[in-house]
Structure formats: structure tokens, C-alpha cells
Nanobody, 122 residues
Framework: QVQLVESGGGLVQPGGSLRLSCAAS????????MGWYRQAPGKQRELVAA???????NYADSVKGRFTISRDNAKNTVYLQMNSLKPEDTAVYYC????????????????WGQGTQVTVSS
């Protein structure tokens, strides 16, 4: 009943920018934290950035000062603005949401999107 759909990935040159979006839909009652993770080939999935329902943010050291996470609570959407992109930012980017939904009763669950590819290359 709940889906997270990412968009905005693609191919960009080093130094360029991309903006990722992740929209949650379904019988959502509330969303707590939302976040972005990434997984490069042969590496473990790692946290990129996270944001609470109140707007507090947390970033990986490798992206501080270059990436900005934000959310629109009215649209159940989280964004990741990525500037000054580097080849090492190349990965599949996944969003997640810690949310409560209704399905006959109320449940809490962590949902993941399907991932969007970001490639930084000249």
C-alpha cells in the first residue's frame, strides 16, 4: 500500500549538479525520518543524508558542504540537491522513509525506494 518512487538520477560531468526526488504515496499516516543512501559497485550501502520530521539534518562527511537534503511534508517528498559532484559520488541512490501507515490498523515500517543511478563522468 505504500510506495517510494525516486527520480532525478542520470549522467553528469564532474563539478555538475543533480537534484534527486523521492515521493512517498499510499495510506500514510505520518512520516518520521527520511533519508538517502547510496551503494557503489562492490561496496556496502552507506548513509548520505537524513532529515527528521522537524527538519534536523545529518550528512556523511564525504558530502558535507556539497549536498543538501530537504523535505516537503505536505507532499511526502524528500529531495537531495547534489552540487560539485565527483566521480566517487557515482552510485545507485536509494531513499528511505520511517513511516506509519494504515491498513485496518496502524503500523510502523521502514520503506525503501527502488533506487536511481547517478553517474559522474567526463
Amino acid at each position: 500500500q505504500v510506495q517510494l518512487v525516486e527520480s532525478g538520477g542520470g549522467l553528469v560531468q564532474p563539478g555538475g549538479s543533480l537534484r534527486l526526488s523521492c515521493a512517498a504515496s499510499g495510506s500514510i499516516f505520518s512520516i518520521n525520518a527520511m533519508g538517502w543512501y547510496r551503494q557503489a559497485p562492490g561496496k556496502q550501502r552507506e548513509l548520505v543524508a537524513a532529515i527528521t520530521s522537524g527538519g534536523s539534518t545529518n550528512y556523511a562527511d564525504s558530502v558535507k558542504g556539497r549536498f543538501t537534503i530537504s523535505r516537503d511534508n505536505a507532499k511526502n517528498t524528500v529531495y537531495l540537491q547534489m552540487n560539485s559532484l565527483k566521480p566517487e559520488d557515482t552510485a545507485v541512490y536509494y531513499c528511505n522513509a520511517d513511516l506509519e501507515y494504515y491498513s485496518g490498523s496502524y503500523y510502523s515500517q521502514l520503506y525503501w525506494g527502488q533506487g536511481t543511478q547517478v553517474t559522474v563522468s567526463s
